[in-house]
């Protein structure tokens, strides 16, 4: 049932009473992993955005101190994908659910006494949904910090194997994430399905993007006859071994720094 996550990370195997007896509760470190069953090309399973979650999460609990008490939650595998609706198999939530779902799982943990949540979401379309839990669970419990951090968010060198064009334009089953399946789970690629292809009409130096600071509403078949938005032709498992390493490295000090964090104090001063 753990799949990528150590046995003795996975808050699932512990029992009632290994909760009930947890020192330090307050600094413990929850991670739920956020994905999503949504079309990734004719190439990749529906399964990428949780599966890639799931195995950086566990590679980087696997590196971890065991000094630093942290654990993962069984994965959230549906997500808000309506982008791919379009496109036969994608299942997806609407955002009041997975409002929903989220805020009681994190309100169950609440309830056991941990204060320290990350989502940790694999999904692009998404992110927005988890602040927005994020914030208002700060807000209803002013001791709950709640993290919500895009996996690939984490300090990685993804960047520096990709080309210009696949950072620019590329955004959806392209190199970055093929390679990576590669690497994690090469019997699921059909690379001999993999095709390119990039939105017409957006140029790579638009400021306007499908992602970023200036977006826009978009469908993912507005962008796609195939449901790649990217380039996957060019994806090695080398590749997705780097990217592996060095984004579950990432993750390594983002833990270390949600179980270090404490809440800051706003200044307390009084006119003279």
């Known amino acids: 049932m753990h799949t990528f996550i150590p046995p003795k990370r996975f808050f699932s195997y512990l029992t009632w009473s290994d909760i009930q007896a947890m020192p330090d509760k307050d600094n413990v470190v929850i991670i739920l992993p956020v994905g999503a069953i949504e079309q990734h090309g004719p190439h990749l399973p529906l399964i990428v955005d949780a599966a890639i979650g799931v195995a950086v999460l566990g590679k980087a609990l696997s590196k971890l101190s065991d000094r630093i008490p942290a654990y993962a939650l069984p994965p959230l595998y549906y997500g808000k994908s309506n982008?791919?609706?379009h496109f036969p198999g994608t299942i997806t939530l609407s955002?009041?659910?997975?409002?929903?779902?989220?805020?009681e799982v994190a309100e169950s943990l609440y309830r056991a006494g941990f204060?320290?949540?990350?989502?940790m979401n694999s999904h692009g379309g998404q992110p927005q949904v988890m602040e927005i839990v994020a914030r208002d669970l700060h807000v209803k419990y002013s001791d709950f910090l709640v993290f919500p951090i895009f996996t690939w968010y984490?300090?990685?060198?993804?960047?520096?194997l990709l080309t210009l064009k696949?950072?620019?334009?590329?955004?959806h089953a392209g190199d970055a994430e093929t390679s990576l399946m590669l690497s994690i789970m090469p019997e699921q690629v059909r690379m001999e399905a993999a095709v390119a292809e990039y939105p017409s009409g957006l140029q790579e130096d638009n400021l306007l993007s499908t992602e970023?600071?200036?977006?826009?509403a978009w469908a993912t078949r507005d962008l796609s006859q195939t449901g790649i938005v990217g380039d996957p032709t060019v994806a090695t498992k080398e590749k997705g071994d780097r990217?592996?390493?060095?984004?579950?490295?990432?993750?390594?000090k983002?833990?270390?720094?949600?179980?270090?964090?404490r809440q800051p104090q706003a200044w307390n001063w009084t006119k003279p």
């Open 83 to 85: 982008e791919h609706w």
């Open 95 to 103: 955002v009041q659910t997975l409002l929903a779902t989220l805020t």
């Open 115 to 119: 204060r320290k949540l990350v989502l």
């Open 154 to 160: 984490a300090p990685n060198i993804t960047a520096e």
């Open 166 to 171: 696949e950072l620019q334009l590329g955004s």
């Open 212 to 216: 970023g600071k200036l977006t826009f």
């Open 243 to 252: 990217i592996l390493e060095s984004v579950s490295d990432g993750w390594v």
């Open 254 to 261: 983002v833990i270390k720094d949600v179980y270090a964090f």
